[in-house]
């Protein structure tokens, strides 16, 4: 099963971002295995931080990332673009120069709002940054959530049919583009994995 490496972008303990991902992650088990990666431990880039070889941290979530068959952006909209954790822990995935963690990876992205806009704004602005760093990202279906808690249950799973349906069907196709997108891997990166 591909495993898919999953930044969400917002720290706050009731992140609805967050509750969205786990929700996902239990749509997707038997075809995908999330696997969320921590980014609050993750500092403010700077560059003199790589001076004793890079934060912790940091190096530990580029393993993560670089151990994973895909990544996944889950992500709140703030002020029409997306979030700093987001921005920083890919600014930090692509440095050294020539050690970019997100290089060729395939990739989704998705998120939610409250708001009726959810998050277009927001996934778009990503969408350009993604690009650049070489993610190979899905296109299609895009997938603007307003979030309502009515359509999840106590444990956090989504309850309501037809919304799982319509989640079920990027997860489909998310499945199907981290087959079609994945570089062969060295047998050394398939035995690590
Ligand atoms: C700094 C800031 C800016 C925001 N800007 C937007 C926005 O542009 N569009 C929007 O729909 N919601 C906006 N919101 C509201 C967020 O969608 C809402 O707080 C959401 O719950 C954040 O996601 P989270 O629950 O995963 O943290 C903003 C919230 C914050 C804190």
């Known amino acids: 099963m591909k495993k898919v ?3 969400v972008g917002s720290l ?3 992140s609805i971002n967050r509750k969205f991902a786990e929700a ?13 990666v921590e ?7 700077n560059e003199d931080l790589w ?10 979530m580029k393993r993560e990332i670089e151990a994973a068959d895909a990544v996944l952006f889950v992500t709140p909209e703030y002020n029409r673009s ?3 954790v987001i921005k920083n822990a890919i600014d930090w995935g692509t440095r050294p120069y020539g050690q970019n963690s997100f290089a060729a990876k395939p990739g989704g992205l998705i998120g939610t709002t409250p708001g ?5 704004a927001g996934q778009n602005h990503l969408k350009s940054v993604l690009n650049v760093v070489d993610v190979v990202l899905m296109g299609q279906p895009e997938v603007y959530f307003q979030y309502k808690p009515e359509l999840f249950g106590a444990d956090g799973s989504v309850t309501d049919e037809g919304t799982a349906k319509f989640l079920n069907g990027f997860l489909d196709r998310f499945t199907k583009w ?11 990166q398939a035995d690590a994995a």
Not at 24 to 36: I, T, V
Not at 116 to 120: D, E, R
């Open 39 to 45: 980014l609050g431990d993750v500092p403010m880039y």
């Open 24 to 36: 996902l992650g239990k749509l997707a088990a038997g075809r995908l295995e999330f696997q969320f």
């Open 178 to 188: 981290i087959e079609r997108t994945s570089e062969p891997r060295t047998s050394a």
């Open 116 to 120: 009726s806009t959810g998050t277009a």
């Open 12 to 14: 706050r303990r009731e």
């Open 82 to 84: 997306f979030p700093p």
């Open 51 to 60: 001076a004793d070889g890079g934060p912790a941290p940091v190096l530990r």
């Open 5 to 7: 490496a999953v930044l």
